[in-house]
């Protein structure tokens, strides 16, 4: 079967960075998203992986080694409004999207 | 900005109704999808749509029907409402047919089914 794994929920103070991992057995690969979610809010559109490497956009990066299976989302410069869900996207050999479950980050001040 | 709206933020409705839920997007995306997502599993596709009047189904289509007449309104209908049914329902629009295009989501119908 396909799968992805997130942890369920993280705990991070505010100005550290942090660390969301998600490992896929998937079918073939053909691209990993990330999204950001909000409380109550739609799912936002954050970084889009398909080659091996770190992708860095400001305060976030996302990282993908296909070999692995495993992909992360680094966020630096941890804000309160960084408190969200975040879920990884992985597309299988299908051009099927197959969504995790999503990690709720807690931030502290 | 892509603007994708829901016709309802909160629904409540009893078993065996039928509903309605409307998703309108600004910006002549090509695909519309239609998710729940529920607490402890990823998005779930209902059903997706790459053209007007086309519809694919998802992952779990029973209980669901779609209709796309224009291309920027895609409808979700439960023919017959029921418990299992109570979710938040997110429906999303991307400019390409594919996956490999950024969605960009409505803000949700979260709807109860007594």
């Known amino acids: 079967g396909q799968n992805i794994d997130q942890p369920t929920e993280m705990t991070a103070t505010e100005g550290a960075i942090v660390q969301i991992n998600c490992t896929y057995q998937t079918s073939g690969f053909n691209g990993l998203f990330w999204y950001q979610q909000h409380a109550g809010e739609a799912p936002t559109f954050l970084s889009y992986n398909v080659l091996d490497g770190l992708e860095e956009k400001g305060r976030f990066s996302s990282f993908l080694s296909r070999s692995k299976g495993y992909s992360y989302l680094l966020l630096k410069e941890l804000q309160m409004k960084d408190s969200a869900s975040y879920l990884c996207a992985v597309i299988d050999s299908n051009y099927q999207l197959i969504w995790g479950a999503g990690t709720k980050l807690i931030i502290k001040p | 900005d892509v603007k994708v709206t829901q016709s309802s933020r909160y629904l409540v409705k009893r078993t065996g109704e039928k509903v309605f839920l409307e998703c309108v997007q600004d910006m002549d995306h090509e695909n519309m999808f239609w998710y729940r997502q529920d607490p402890g599993l990823g998005l779930r596709l209902i059903y997706f749509?790459?053209?007007?009047?086309?519809?694919e189904k998802g992952d779990i289509p029973e209980g669901y029907s779609v209709s796309r007449e224009k291309k920027e309104r895609f409808s979700l209908i439960l023919e017959s409402a029921s418990t299992n049914q109570t979710s938040m329902y997110l429906c999303?629009?991307?400019?390409?047919?594919?996956?490999?295009?950024?969605?960009?989501f409505g803000p949700g119908t979260r709807l109860t089914v007594l």
């Open positions: 749509s790459y053209d007007v009047k086309m519809k």
């Open positions: 999303a629009s991307s400019p390409r047919q594919g996956v490999t295009d950024e969605q960009f």
